[in-house]
């Protein structure tokens, strides 16, 4: 079946270095990309996403290419914010059957 | 409004109690779904409903009852849960089930104690 491969961290960073978050999918077909992202006690927010090969979806500095020849989806920042502290799941949809998730990426980002 | 609101936002009930949590969405969705997550784990599919019927069930125990009344609401029903079934319950919605890019819209979730 569909799985979602990511680093587990966590991922400790000072305020304004880059960031990077590895995700890898497996997967028939052409599905879609996704990152997620929760703060602590709340519910997950769409961050970006990606259709098709090549694409880049971007958002509040946050940056991900879909690579169809290395199955990736990764995540980029170039200057993290304490705000950005949170955990980050990577997922896929496969034309809707359903969401499959990575199992999430804790950053910290300290001062 | 680009909203998935869910009700309570916390629980606590005894293994014997009935209650039911609540989701609605007034954008349109025909698709919701409704996820467990534990502590430190990604989301796990529970239950798909799409065009108000249930289109995927992924499993889940019979104490765990899904409903859809009409296209803005979702709910779900729980009865004789158990201790290890206290999770944060995510209901989430999409336009429809199967189209290429469609994301998912989610709640606040609700925050399970079974005692």
């Known amino acids: 079946g569909d799985s979602v491969t990511q680093m587990e961290g966590p991922v400790t960073l000072s305020e304004e270095a880059f960031l990077t978050i590895n995700c890898t999918y497996t997967a028939t077909g052409y599905p879609s990309l996704f990152w997620y992202v929760q703060y602590p006690g709340e519910g997950l927010q769409l961050l970006l996403k990606a259709t098709k090969a090549d694409d880049k979806g971007s958002n509040k500095g946050f940056e991900a290419t879909y690579r169809k020849e290395t199955t990736s989806f990764h995540l980029e920042k170039g200057s993290v914010q304490v705000s950005d502290s949170a955990v980050y799941f990577c997922?896929?949809?496969?034309?809707?059957?359903?969401?499959?998730f990575g199992p999430g990426t804790r950053l910290s980002v300290l001062p | 409004d680009t909203e998935v609101t869910q009700t309570p936002k916390h629980l606590v009930m005894g293994m014997t109690n009935k209650k039911s949590l609540k989701c609605e969405q007034h954008?349109?969705?025909?698709?919701m779904y409704w996820y467990k997550q534990k502590a430190k784990k990604p989301p796990e599919l529970m239950f798909v409903?799409?065009?108000?019927?249930?289109?995927i069930n992924e499993s889940v125990p019979s104490r765990f009852s899904p409903e859809c009344p009409n296209s803005s609401l979702l709910n779900l029903h729980l009865h004789a849960l158990q201790p290890e079934d206290s999770a944060l319950y995510l209901c989430a919605s999409s336009q429809v089930q199967g189209a290429e890019g469609t994301e998912a819209f989610f709640g606040q979730g609700t925050r399970l104690t079974v005692v």
């Open positions: 409903y799409s065009y108000e019927k249930l289109s």
């Open positions: 954008m349109g969705h025909r698709a």
């Open positions: 997922a896929l949809d496969n034309y809707g059957q359903n969401f499959v």
